[in-house]
C-alpha cells in the first residue's frame, strides 16, 4: 500500500499548507491515475487517520528528528506512517517497508534513508518516548491547546467527551422522504438488502457501516437522502404549514431545503451565494421528485429580494463546522481563534439582514454546525439586544421523535448519535 501512503502524504501536506481536505483529496488522487479502487480507499482512510492524530504524529516525528523534515511530502509521509503505526490495522513492519519504498518514490534520494531511520527508531523507542510526548494536552486529545481551551471554558462539564466524540469515526444516518416511504418499509428494504441498520425515531435511519450511497436501495429513486439526525431537528423546529412562504436562504446543498419540502407543501426559495455549490441543490430536488425557486444571492444583502416578506426563514449560517469536526477532520488544523471572530460577524450581518424579510408572527431558525458559543449562544444573546421585536422561542428537542443523546439549551452536542448543532428560534412580533 506504498501508493495509498503516497497518496495520504500529497493530501495530508496540503492541508497542511492551508488547503482544505476536500479538495486536497481528490487532487492527490488525480495525480496518481494507476491507484486501484482499495489503494484509493486506504488512501482516505490514512489521510483521516494522520489528520484525526496529527497533534501526536507530529510530536514523536519532533522528538524522533534533531531538526525539521523541510521537505513537505517527506515531512506528511512520515506522519502518515507514523499515525498507521500509532493507531493503525496493519503490522509494524509492513508500514515501516511500505513507507521506505513510498519515499523512494519521491525522487529525493535522501529521503528513504531518514524515513528508515525515524520510523525504526520510533520502533525502539516508543515506550520511551510515549511518557515524553504524552505530556500535553494537545497531543493527549489530538487538537490545538486553543480549541481545547475553548471547550474547557464553554463547556466545563462535557469539553472532553466533546473532544473525544470529535475524533471519532461518524455514523452514516439516513433521512427518509416521506412523500415516497416510511421509516418502516425502508427498514424493511436496508434488511432485504443484508445492511444493518438501526431506526433513531423520526425520519433518521443509522447505518451500522457507511456505505457508497449507490449501494442503498431505492437511493436514485429518491426514497431517501443522507444527513446526520442532528441536522434533521431544523424541520420540526422551523413549524412550517402547508401554504407557507419560506426563505432558505445558506441552503446549498439542499439538505434542509429538501427536508422542508419532503414535510410540507410550501412556496420554498432557495437561496446561496455560491452559484456552483446551488448545482447539487438542483440535483437533490430532481432526485427526490420535489420542487423549489432556486436563486443565487448574498444573504447579508437585499439585491435578490422582492419585497415578499417570508412565514419562515432558514438561516444555516456559515460557521466554523467544529461540530462535524468528525466529518472534516482537517478543520481542527486549518482554523485559527480569530476565525471565530470572522464567522460572527458574517453571521450576524446575515442574521440583521433576513430579520427585515421576515413577517410579523413569523419564524426564524438561526442554525449551525459549531459548538463554540461565539457563534450560538452569545450571537443570539446580542441579536435580542438590538431587537426589542424579536422573541426567542424554546427548542424544544423532545418534540419529534428525533434523537438527542445531550443538549444545553438549542445546543445539541455531539454524541455517536448526531453532530453538534445550535438552533434558536426567534420570532417577530
Ligand atoms: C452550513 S452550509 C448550508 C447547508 C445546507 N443548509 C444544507 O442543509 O444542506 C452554509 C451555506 O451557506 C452558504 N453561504 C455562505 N455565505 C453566504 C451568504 N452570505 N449568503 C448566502 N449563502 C451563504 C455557503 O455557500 C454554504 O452553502
Known amino acids: 500500500m506504498q501508493v495509498a501512503q503516497l497518496i495520504a502524504a500529497s493530501a495530508v501536506a496540503e492541508v497542511l499548507a492551508g488547503h482544505n481536505l476536500t479538495v486536497s483529496m481528490p ?9 486501484t479502487p482499495q489503494q484509493q480507499a486506504a488512501a482516505q482512510d490514512y489521510s483521516y487517520l494522520t489528520l484525526r492524530l496529527y ?3 507530529a510530536a ?14 517527506v515531512h506528511a509521509l512520515l506522519l502518515v506512517a507514523l499515525s498507521q503505526l500509532l493507531h493503525g490495522a496493519e503490522d509494524d513492519f509492513t508500514v515501516v517497508n511500505q513507507a521506505v519504498e513510498a519515499a523512494g518514490k519521491t525522487g529525493l534520494r535522501w529521503a528513504k534513508g531518514l524515513v528508515n ?21 494537545a497531543v493527549q486529545f489530538n487538537y490545538p491547546q486553543w480549541w481545547i481551551d475553548t471547550l474547557k471554558q464553554q463547556y466545563p462539564q462535557h469539553w472532553q467527551s466533546i473532544l473525544t466524540i470529535g475524533n471519532s469515526h461518524p455514523p452514516m444516518t439516513l433521512r427518509i422522504n416521506l412523500r415516497k416511504t416510511d421509516v418502516a418499509s425502508y427498514m424493511q428494504a436496508l434488511d432485504d438488502a ?37 441536522a434533521q431537528w431544523a424541520v420540526p423546529l422551523l413549524d412550517v404549514q402547508a401554504g407557507m412562504r419560506v426563505l432558505d436562504a445558506c441552503s446549498a446543498p439542499g439538505g434542509k431545503t429538501c427536508h422542508l ?9 432557495a437561496l446561496d451565494v455560491e452559484a456552483e455549490r446551488l448545482r447539487r441543490v438542483h440535483d437533490n430536488l430532481q432526485r427526490l421528485g420535489l420542487q423549489a425557486k ?10 435578490w429580494f422582492d419585497g415578499q416578506l417570508f412565514d419562515r426563514i432558514l438561516a444555516d449560517v456559515p460557521c466554523s463546522a467544529s461540530g462535524i469536526v468528525r466529518r472534516h477532520v482537517d478543520m481542527k488544523w486549518l482554523r485559527r481563534p480569530q476565525d471565530l471572530t470572522v464567522f460572527a460577524q458574517m453571521q450576524q450581518q446575515i442574521l440583521l439582514n433576513l430579520w427585515h424579510m421576515l413577517a410579523k408572527g413569523g419564524k426564524l431558525l438561526y442554525v449551525t454546525c459549531s459548538i463554540f458559543q461565539q457563534e450560538n449562544e452569545m450571537q443570539i444573546q446580542q441579536f435580542l439586544t438590538m431587537h426589542a421585536d424579536a422573541v426567542r422561542l424554546p427548542v424544544q428537542f423532545d418534540a419529534s421523535g428525533l434523537p438527542c443523546q ?4 438549542g445546543q445539541l452536542l455531539p454524541t455517536a448519535a448526531h453532530d453538534g448543532l445550535f438552533y434558536a428560534l426567534l420570532q417577530k412580533h
Not at 294 to 303: P, S
Not at 406 to 409: H, L, T, V
Open 55 to 57: 497533534a501526536e504524529a
Open 27 to 35: 487532487k492527490a488522487l488525480r495525480r496518481v491515475k494507476s491507484a
Open 294 to 303: 432556486v436563486r443565487t444571492g448574498d444573504a447579508a444583502k437585499a439585491d
Open 261 to 269: 419540502l419532503e414535510a410540507s407543501d410550501i412556496d420554498l426559495l
Open 60 to 73: 514523536y516525528l519532533q522528538a524522533l528528528t534533531a531538526k525539521p523534515v523541510t521537505d513537505a511530502r
Open 406 to 409: 445531550q443538549s444545553i439549551g
Open 117 to 137: 531511520a525515524v520510523l525504526r527508531n520510533f520502533l525502539r523507542q516508543r515506550s520511551a518516548l510515549q511518557a515524553q510526548v504524552s505530556q500535553s494536552e
Open 194 to 230: 443484508g445492511i444493518a441498520a438501526q431506526a433513531l425515531g423520526g425520519t433518521a435511519i443509522q447505518l451500522q457501516q457507511p456505505l457508497p450511497v449507490h449501494k442503498l436501495p431505492y437511493f436514485d429513486q429518491g426514497w431517501l437522502s443522507v444527513q446526520d439526525a442532528g
